[in-house]
């Protein structure tokens, strides 16, 4: 694997492993998404809720699909980086998994209902995944291409498949969850 994808995969991981014991369950993914929930106010039971709970265990399950290499229900980093390659990168993982579950938190993120982010719904959105303010204005500085002062559903997309999928240490993408 290139360094920078492995940087940005271990970055990742970490991030998703809430609990530090070096594997990955459902149980934290949807505690993240959960904690994404409880950031807006918002219910699992309704429809923008919904919308972030079905993505995080279709995301969960393509995840598990590809990476539990010993079918033992956890995701250790080496099969991250095993199943990063072969399920998200490859397969068209990025499109048919990482995509639809973040375009339901842009969703919910997009307070203001005009379809795009500005900064402080960006830095709010960001924040539920552990990214500190700073490195949220910062990636909002990288990401907002046009430079307009908000992100829209295009710019988000684009950088989450730079985030998983670039190999240039310089793609604005890889700061989307903090400098790494």
């Not at 918002?42 to 699909?65: C, N, Q, T, Y």
């Not at 830095?123 to 949220?136: E, T």
């Amino acid at each position: 694997m290139d360094s920078t994808l492995e940087q940005k995969a271990d970055h990742r991981f970490g991030m998703w492993d809430t609990n530090g014991d070096g594997v990955l369950t459902e149980d934290e993914f949807l505690g993240v998404a959960q904690h994404i929930l409880d950031a807006y106010g918002a219910s699992p039971d309704s429809p923008k809720g919904k919308a972030v709970m079905e993505g995080i265990r279709s995301f969960w399950a393509r995840h598990l699909e590809g990476m539990d290499l010993n079918n033992d229900g956890r995701i250790s980093i080496e099969e991250y980086h095993t199943g990063l390659e072969r399920n998200i990168r490859g397969n068209d993982g990025v499109e048919a998994v990482v995509v639809p579950f973040w375009k339901a938190i842009l969703d919910l993120a997009d307070e203001s209902g005009d379809g795009a982010l500005g900064a402080s719904e960006f830095v709010r959105v960001m924040a539920a995944f552990g990214v500190s303010q700073d490195d949220a204005m910062y990636t909002f500085g990288n990401i907002d291409s046009d430079g307009n002062g908000e992100i829209t559903p295009d710019e988000w997309l684009e950088a989450l498949r730079q985030f998983w999928t670039s190999t240039d240490p310089a793609a604005p993408g890889n700061t989307l969850f903090g400098r790494y």
